[in-house]
């Protein structure tokens, strides 16, 4: 389990910089954990804090009960093997082969050449690069070289990997066959994953877990899909609806409420339980709520499938009754 408890990290220079403000965040182990935000929030601060290449102005950073920074020389050194961390432009050696980059960290570590081929291989060959030892990364597509990352990062079997912006240099479909890699490591080594992204697709792809994050402070956390059926905080709505449905939620409130002054839109999410069923139709029918359905979708999340409608209400009604009934259904809604 990692806590961080109440940490803050401020640059200090001409115009002192507080990156991290009074953070507190527990990521139990084996949980894929998102951390998402706006460019400039402190994210890739507060995640570089967590390995150390960034200390702490002051709290703690407990990495099952022992705080990393107290930790010195070969204790920090060693703490460290358990925590891997891949990039968004991936860092990998230029001038090593793929097997050299992802056999590097066992190198380091004094492995014989022999035993540090083999587990390079292994890692090669778990992120599907096996016929590929032999070439450099510069001849490889963005996916691949980070796939090189992603194994060298795992080759020392840490408990732990760090991804700042992982997937953002990528297209979508080399961010999802990443994402699904990423997925499947958590599963079969138990890897703890604490992901950044200021892309809130991403988190919710694969996230149990998540936070927003804000100009150094967490503004929000919760599981994915409590966070994506009670968004509390404006900031965590406002990158909700971005990806929602793929329709720019405030511009298309501004247009209907000027073509109805009176009228309402309202974001109804609903899961796996509550997507069998006829409830919405069942219950306008039931009060004579002519609705309109404006968007909607379904996602696939670690929990299960997750939907959204965005419906419009026309007339001026009291729809009070109708969120009432809505809300006892399982249903979750929000007046936008
Ligand atoms: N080494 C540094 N020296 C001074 N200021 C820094 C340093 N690193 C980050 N900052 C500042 O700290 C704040 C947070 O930066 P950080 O890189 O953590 O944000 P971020 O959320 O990762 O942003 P992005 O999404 O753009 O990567 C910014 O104002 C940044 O300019
Ligand atoms: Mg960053």
């Not at 309202?266 to 002519?290: G, H, M, Q, V």
């Not at 009070?320 to 007046?335: D, H, I, S, T």
Request: glycine share 6%.
């Amino acid at each position: 389990m990692i806590s961080i408890i109440n940490v803050s990290k401020t640059f200090k220079g001409k115009n002192d910089v507080s990156a991290v403000k009074n953070v507190s965040l527990e990521i139990k182990d084996k949980e894929i954990f998102g951390i998402v935000g706006y460019s400039g929030a402190g994210k890739s601060t507060l995640i570089r804090l967590v390995n150390q290449l960034e200390k702490a102005d002051s709290g703690q950073i407990l990495i099952d009960g022992v705080d990393i920074c107290e930790l010195k020389g070969e204790a920090l050194r060693k703490q460290r093997q358990e925590i891997g961390m891949i990039f968004q432009h991936f860092n990998l050696l230029w001038s090593k082969t793929v097997l050299e980059n992802i056999m590097f960290p066992l190198v380091l570590k004094g492995l014989p050449k022999k035993e540090r081929e083999e587990e390079a291989i292994k890692m090669a060959k778990e992120v599907g690069l096996e016929d590929k030892l032999d070439v450099y990364p510069s001849t490889l597509s963005g996916g691949q070289k980070q796939r090189v990352a992603i194994a060298r990062a795992l080759v020392l079997n840490p408990k732990i990997l760090l991804c700042d912006e992982a997937t953002s240099a990528l297209d979508p479909k080399t961010t999802e066959e990443i994402l699904e890699l990423l997925k499947k490591i958590n599963k079969e080594y138990g890897l703890t994953i604490l992901m950044i992204s200021h892309q809130m697709e991403t988190i919710q792809k694969i996230c149990h877990k998540l936070a927003v994050m804000a100009d150094g402070k967490i503004v929000e956390q919760g599981s994915v899909d409590d966070i994506f059926a009670n968004p509390t905080d404006p900031l965590t709505k406002e990158l909700i609806q971005t990806v929602d449905t793929g329709v720019d939620v405030n511009k298309l409130s501004i247009e209907l409420k000027d073509k109805y002054p009176q009228g309402h839109l309202l974001r109804i999410t609903f899961s796996d339980k509550t997507s069998e069923k006829p409830i919405l139709y069942s219950i306008a029918l039931k009060l004579n709520i002519p609705i309109n359905i404006v968007s909607a979708n379904l996602k696939m999340t670690q929990a299960g499938s997750l939907g959204v409608i965005y419906i419009h209400i026309e007339e001026k009604k009291d729809i009070g009754p109708f969120l009432a009934e809505l809300e006892l259904q399982g249903l979750k809604v929000e007046v936008v």
